[in-house]
């Protein structure tokens, strides 16, 4: 016999606590109630309770009215649920081990024989039935809470992201970077040199003998009567060769030093990418090639070109190289004179005076040298008008590249 | 150099527009830096006639004047105190701007129309001072004609920059063979004209006497006399071509000295021959310490180095360089001697340099200038002084020629001209392109041609320099492009590799890298208060430096940094983390050479997260990144920072880095005084290290796969008070030299002082994490390994375990 806890009543009655329970099933055919008297009393061994019940019968039912009653309470219900809590409470109530349809199937035994496959089917496409419900349901109102969620978890994207820090690398850098990554697809390794050189190298190896006007091309910071800033990274070009027998393919970046004032567009300390490359049978044309490849790598394929004569104490031909101006595009503006060029580096087959003095046969040997300012490669490239904003390390100026 | 459109025009007829001839004159190796219209702004300005003047009805002062302009007469208003009929003025017509950017109207002064402006010099832009009337013409001026075209101002003028190997262009006849040769047969050249009336009466040999001491200074001196001469001003042409090259005219002889000096670049110089004794001119070198008092006014002193002109008595001028004032032309003299000569290069470099005192024609001299056209040129002045000057040449000249001139014959290898050049050129198309360079071919060979270059090309040596001609001439731009090939292979050797490691990660961990000079002046390292001998004070000096601020070379990328960051905090970025990498240079002794080293240096500024809550947030980030950094370089394990001591970093809060137990840096925190002194915000901290050992040492890239662990790893974490003198190091050091296998890692995560913990002492927490590469590790075994680390900072430090 099971009971029900609940509905209860409980009642005292003088000596006695009469406890009544409506007992729905005591057997699957029989329905009642059942009140239980406890004595009151306080000493233990007094407490034996007893029962009566009363009102029990044994009905022979008709289930089917019931499972079209409980049908229309499950879809009415099911569809008016409003969240997943009470879900589940209707599905303890309809579809648990106790819910009321398994009670029906319980109460089969008070159902007249010939009527129990009727009832039997009835009851199990309502139990499939509901099932189906309360599953679509669920899936449903999981899915909106899943939404809800969602939707409550909306941020504003607009809002700027964490701040993360990473270093800028310095125009500087970038230029070289670039400059680097071509030549050496082009077979070119990376020479460097000491600042501070002797006479020898900046100057007398390079066919730029004492007291020639040559010198005036560029103002000397001296050291000591033996020692000197270098005033360009040609002397990398005679280290090398001193090394190194041909070929030789190098670019030498490096500091230089001359005596000028720091303003707009001079100062003092600035940097020079020089490039050499000796072989047998190096020409002009090959020059031209190469200059050709650095420029329109740097400047952009758009970009005209133009060799002119000039002079070089350490090479012979001498040619200056100029580009299309970019600000006009070779029309003519202030930028560049008015001239529709911009004059980017300083090129030449390698002097034969300078290959003797190293100890190659000029009539073996060719090469072409070429120079060019790196700051004035930034400056172009990035549109910088004043080589000083270049040093002053602005992080302003630093964070726009 | 400047040379006038018109004026070199009369030497060789070109059609070139000046536009045309500028780019010409580029394209041939003559950069032209800029073409200047002299007449620019007065185009419009014309010639006009004052045909009558009647007074204005309404203003005492103002006059109403009809001026004829060539075709129609104008009426126009002015107060010009020098008006008067029938002169020529320059006059502005309605809608005329002038160089001021006054814009001429019509309008009407006091009720009377005037339909122009009748200009003064200064309206016109001719002189900088208020004229006080209009500028009146010569008599010459046509009405109508181009203001511009009268007054000479119808010019372009080419601003030449020429390079040493130009030199001949230094002279109008040089630019002229140059645009000669711009043609396959272009023009030939018109020679000035020299047409000498020799006076007969009056031999040189009788008035002047040269003598060369030192041949070697001056290979060649001539001379000519040119007696009974009037000083007076120049003509007007001559003058006006004289300023547009850029010199100012003086009077006839000097301007005909100097039109000479721009016709042939040949410098000339006029003695007053009276003032030379007995016409005696010796050439010689200075003696040590002699006087001379030069044109300028200024006394010089001079040595054995520099030539001197002098007469029997007194040094009469400084060879190439100027006269001297005992001799000068003045108002006075009548007869004059003409110097044309040849001075060795490098003595006039020397001596131009040593007196500071460049000049036309010191400029030229050093350079080279045609020995062969030395009397020549003397010729066509003493014809121009005969023209102008109305003087009377005496017949003959002085030519004192010690040592001629030697013609250098090159042979020219035809094989190699197109190897070189990369084109393909035949004997008969170099010797045209040669032949229009006045370059003779002396001998043909089946492969090879001899050539023999003009007196006027000192520039040209050997066979390179024919080549570069053949290129100047084929045209630069008509070489074809070629890539070389090559079977080499481009590389960054080791050290390049590890800078460039560097700088990735010093970029990676958040810092900016920076570039500074690294010529700088002692006050950056004065304002680091270092003591007396520290060894950023071996610095190498320059000898001549531009000024104090770039006095020497830096011994150290702190100073610079510092100032990197303080032009930051001045401007109001107060956020700042900088690197970078280079080069400082420390004196080794003199004539040494001084010692070159690669530096990085690192600084902070403001950084947001003070880790360990000790309010030194940059000390900490600097560190962090210096870490991240040995660990990219696989060397982190050799490294170790140990308490340090810096004149300008904070006593607490130095680090001294080590390398394989070599110092090899510092990191710290900057001292309070130094932060004022820079306006750096507080906690500014900055490191240096030298990169010698890491570049030298490091392998980039020699990276060695560990097995990943398999079996889970047991965390403990392990917080213990000890005394507030231990460093964490120690403690950490301690507990990963427990004898053990399985602890895999020890990580501090909190350090705290304050509530709770006894004073004295700190409270330090570890995440312990232990690991075994080949089972699960159970309790027992980690127990005992942590209990006996427990113990261990027991039995050392008397750490006892905090109880949570």
């Keep these: ?401 | 150099m400047q040379v006038p459109y018109n004026w070199l025009k009369t030497y060789i007829d070109f059609p070139y527009t000046p536009e045309e001839l500028s780019h010409k004159l580029t394209m041939a190796g003559l950069e032209v830096e800029e073409v200047e219209y002299l007449g620019e702004g007065l185009e419009d300005i014309v010639i006009g006639e004052i045909a009558e003047i009647n007074n204005h009805p309404n203003a005492d002062k103002l006059k109403i004047c009809k001026v004829n302009t060539g075709d129609k007469t104008l009426q126009m208003i002015t107060g010009a105190p020098n008006i008067r009929v029938d002169i020529k003025v320059p006059i502005a017509e309605v809608g005329v701007a002038l160089p001021t950017g006054m814009e001429i109207e019509k309008t009407k002064l006091r009720g009377e129309v005037s339909e122009g402006m009748i200009c003064s010099k200064d309206e016109l832009g001719l002189q900088e001072e208020r004229a006080s009337g209009i500028m009146i013409l010569p008599d010459d001026a046509q009405p109508g004609q181009k203001f511009v075209k009268y007054y000479g101002l119808d010019e372009y003028v080419f601003h030449l920059d020429l390079t040493p190997n130009y030199a001949r262009c230094l002279g109008l006849l040089g630019v002229a063979r140059e645009v000669k040769a711009m043609e396959k047969s272009g023009n030939e050249i018109n020679f000035p004209k020299i047409d000498i009336e020799d006076d007969d009466n009056q031999e040189i040999e009788k008035l002047a006497l040269i003598k060369i001491e030192d041949e070697d200074l001056c290979p060649r001196y001539a001379g000519r006399v040119i007696r009974d001469v009037e000083i007076k001003p120049s003509p007007k042409w001559m003058q006006r071509r004289l300023k547009a090259a850029g010199i100012r005219p003086i009077n006839n002889i000097v301007d005909i000295t100097n039109y000479v000096l721009l016709e042939y670049n040949q410098p000339l110089h006029a003695f007053d021959l009276d003032k030379i004794k007995d016409g005696q001119v010796i050439v010689r070198r200075a003696e040590e310490n002699e006087k001379v008092v030069t044109l300028d006014d200024v006394e010089r002193t001079l040595d054995q180095e520099t030539l001197v002109i002098t007469d029997p008595e007194k040094i009469i001028a400084v060879a190439g360089v100027m006269g001297a004032a005992n001799s000068e032309v003045t108002q006075e003299t009548t007869d004059i001697f003409l110097e044309a000569a040849y001075f060795a290069p490098t003595s006039i470099r020397k001596t131009a340099r040593k007196l500071g005192l460049p000049s036309e024609a010191s400029h030229r001299f050093e350079r080279g200038i045609d020995i062969e056209r030395v009397i020549e040129a003397g010729n066509r002045a003493a014809y121009l002084m005969q023209e102008y000057a109305n003087g009377k040449v005496a017949s003959g000249v002085i030519d004192n020629y010690p040592v001629p001139y030697e013609e250098n014959i090159i042979e020219v290898n035809l094989a190699k001209v197109n190897r070189l050049l990369g084109i393909e050129l035949n004997k008969d198309e170099i010797e045209e392109m040669l032949k229009r360079l006045e370059i003779e071919v002396v001998e043909k060979k089946a492969d090879a041609i001899k050539v023999k270059a003009p007196s006027y090309r000192n520039d040209i040596e050997q066979d390179a320099d024919i080549i570069e001609e053949i290129a100047r001439i084929y045209g630069y731009n008509n070489i074809p492009s070629t890539v070389p090939k090559t079977n080499k292979v481009g590389k960054r050797s080791k050290k390049q590799k590890i800078e460039k490691e560097i700088k990735n990660t010093m970029n990676a961990t958040g810092l900016d890298e920076i570039i500074t000079f690294s010529l700088t002046g002692s006050q950056d390292y004065k304002d680091l208060d270092l003591s007396k001998d520290h060894r950023y004070k071996k610095w190498v000096s320059i000898k001549n430096p531009l000024n104090e601020a770039f006095g020497l070379l830096r011994t150290s990328l702190i100073p610079n940094l510092i100032d990197s960051i303080a032009t930051n905090a001045k401007r109001q970025i107060d956020q700042v983390r900088y690197f970078e990498i280079g080069r400082v240079f420390t004196n080794q002794g003199h004539k040494k050479r001084p010692l070159e080293n690669t530096k990085l240096a690192a600084g902070s500024m403001g950084a947001a997260q003070d880790i360990w809550q000790l309010d030194a947030p940059d000390f900490y980030y600097l560190k962090g990144a210096l870490e991240k950094l040995f660990e990219r370089l696989a060397i982190s394990q050799e490294i170790e920072f140990v308490r340090g001591k810096e004149d300008f970093m904070h006593p607490g809060r130095t680090a001294e880095i080590k390398f394989k137990n070599e110092k090899i840096g510092i990191l710290g925190e900057l001292k309070p005084k130094i932060i004022d002194s820079y306006d750096l915000k507080e906690r500014t901290a900055v490191s240096e290290i030298d990169l010698t050992k890491i570049l030298s040492e490091v392998e980039i890239g020699d990276y060695l796969f560990e097995m990943l662990p398999k079996y889970p790893a047991v965390a403990r974490d392990l917080a213990v008070l000890i005394s507030e003198d231990v460093p964490v190091m120690e403690v950490l050091n301690l507990i990963n030299n427990t004898d053990h296998e399985i602890l895999k890692d020890t990580e501090l995560f909190d350090i705290y002082q304050g509530e709770q913990i006894p004073a004295g002492q700190k409270s330090i927490a570890f995440k312990l994490l232990f690991q075994a590469p080949d089972r699960t590790l159970t309790d027992e075994e980690v127990n005992e390994v942590f209990n006996q680390i427990v113990k261990n900072l027991k039995d050392k430090y008397e750490a006892e375990i905090r109880k949570k």
């Design chain 1, 1 to 401: 016999m099971k009971f029900t806890p609940e509905p209860r009543t409980e009642l005292i009655v003088g000596h006695f606590r009469v406890i009544t329970l409506k007992i729905q099933v005591i057997l699957p055919s029989v329905c009642g109630e059942v009140t239980r008297v406890v004595p009151r009393s306080s000493r233990p061994f007094l407490r034996t309770s007893f029962f009566y019940a009363k009102n029990l019968e044994v009905s022979k039912l008709d289930l089917l009215e019931e499972i079209k009653k409980i049908e229309k309470e499950v879809e009415e219900k099911f569809e008016n649920v409003k969240d997943l809590d009470q879900l589940e409470d209707l599905r303890v109530e309809y579809l648990g081990k106790k819910g009321k349809i398994s009670q029906i199937f319980s109460k089969m035994g008070q159902v007249a024989d010939e009527k129990k496959p009727l009832v039997g089917k009835e009851t199990n496409i309502l139990k499939n039935k509901a099932q189906k419900m309360y599953e679509e349901i669920k899936a449903k109102k999981e899915k909106e809470l899943k939404q809800k969620r969602l939707k409550a978890e909306t941020i504003d994207i607009t809002l700027p992201g964490a701040k993360v820090n990473v270093g800028h690398k310095n125009p500087f850098t970038h230029i070289i970077d670039e400059v680097v990554e071509l030549f050496l697809g082009m077979g070119f390794s990376i020479e460097e040199g000491p600042e501070v050189e002797n006479e020898f190298y900046n100057f007398a190896a390079l066919n730029i003998p004492e007291d020639h006007p040559a010198r005036d091309l560029q103002d000397t910071l001296y050291v000591d009567d033996e020692y000197l800033l270098r005033t360009h990274t040609s002397p990398v070009q005679i280290r090398t060769m001193e090394k190194q027998d041909p070929p030789i393919r190098i670019i030498a970046p490096g500091r230089v030093y001359r005596s000028d004032e720091l303003d707009a567009s001079h100062s003092p300390n600035f940097h020079q990418i020089e490039g050499l490359v000796i072989d047998k049978d190096i020409s002009f044309s090959d020059l031209k090639g190469v200059i050709a490849e650095f420029v329109h790598e740097i400047y952009g394929e758009e970009r005209k070109i133009r060799f002119r004569p000039s002079y070089f104490p350490f090479t012979e031909p001498s040619a200056e190289v100029d580009v299309s101006c970019n600000v006009c595009k070779g029309e003519g503006c202030s930028f560049c004179s008015y001239t529709g060029w911009v004059e980017v580096l300083g090129s030449g087959m390698v002097h034969p005076n300078v290959l003797r003095m190293s100890g190659l046969d000029p009539d073996v040997y060719s090469g072409f040298a070429f120079g060019m300012g790196w700051d004035r490669i930034a400056m172009l490239k990035y549109d910088i008008d004043d080589i000083r904003v270049l040093y002053e390390n602005d992080k302003r100026f630093i964070h726009q590249f």
